[in-house]
DNA sequence: CTAACATAGGTGATGCATCATCTATTCCGC
DNA sequence: GCGGAATAGATGATGCATCACCTATGTTAG
């Protein structure tokens, strides 16, 4: 048993306050979302996937990779956004395990709806709050931090 | 209507590696904890605010307030944590509608056996991945957006 | 070829978070 | 004092996220 090197001050502050400012930016720009879109923000994150593709179709496995969920996570969730019409299921040929997820007409309609305020919201809250310098330490810092997670997964398994 | 500001390259970066890294952050130390505490993130904040009083009590707005929590999430998460013996509740004598929350013995065991493991995982994940001027940096640009939601906050109410 | 394993996806249970709404109490202006 | 507004907290419904587990299909070592 080793003793505990606890945060210091300098160090707490950083880590408290970005856990603040996530939870806080995160509660604001879903309470935004919902109040002009009828969309959640992990709906919104489905479709700017699904848009970003030219046929608006992925495997279910791509979009828990590209989006870092769980399996599970997908299948609830395109399972409630069928239900709405915001995208559909359909059968992979190649692989009869698979499935595709399509964007709907009605789930292009409502990103295109959504995206501009959403963004604007982005920028206001966050981007143009930060000058170009913080914004790069930024970006620079959770790179960091990602390559250690995905060494640590890397090493897990 | 104006035209649409998109987020450009170096500004996208940024802003999809911080919610990426959060994400994975919050899920790694969520996995972290209750694998060797049965405690999850929520009921960890909440021990260590309680704690971190003299006496071990609050009213449960203070614990909203100091936790950014939505009143009813507290009040919803304390019943939880109630029937599970971490904390319980005292009627409040000066204020008859309020109620304290109060740390049991066996919040306190919890969070005592809890603490160095996740401290410890902060640090190896997060904490000592960065260099004290990106911590700096990290701490200045939270405060920063922090800020900015308060005022919106106030502006609005 | 077949047995073992890995991968794609689905499902039910449970805990988490929010919303709308409710009651009880306190505060505050008149 | 009294009546309206604000505040403290609780509650039920609903959507979100994870876990443990399941089926079906594909892959590969022997």
Redesign the interface.
């Known amino acids: 048993m080793d003793e505990?090197?606890?945060?210091d001050e300098?160090?707490e502050?950083?880590?408290r306050?970005?856990q603040?400012?996530?939870?806080?930016?995160e509660a604001?720009l879903a309470r935004e979302l919902a109040a002009d879109s009828d969309l959640s923000y992990p709906d919104y994150v489905v479709l700017v996937a699904l848009t970003d593709r030219p046929d608006g179709r992925m495997r279910l496995f791509e979009l828990a990779h590209e989006l870092?969920w769980e399996r599970s996570r997908v299948s609830h969730h395109i399972a409630r956004m069928t239900t709405r019409d915001l995208v559909r299921k359909e059968r992979c040929g190649s692989d009869r395990r698979g499935a595709y997820v399509v964007v709907t007409d009605r789930g292009r309609g409502a990103i295109t709806a959504a995206?501009?305020g959403h963004?604007?919201a982005?920028?206001r809250?966050?981007?143009d709050?930060?000058d170009?310098d913080?914004?790069?330490?930024?970006?620079?810092?959770?790179?960091?931090?990602?390559a250690?997670?995905d060494g640590?997964d890397r090493a897990v398994v």
Request: charge should be positive.
């Open positions: 505990v090197r606890w945060l300098r160090e502050r950083a880590w306050a970005l603040f400012m996530q939870m806080r930016l604001a870092g995206a501009p963004v604007a982005v920028r809250l966050f981007v709050r930060l170009p913080m914004l790069d330490a930024i970006g620079e810092a959770a790179a960091v931090v990602l250690g997670l640590e």
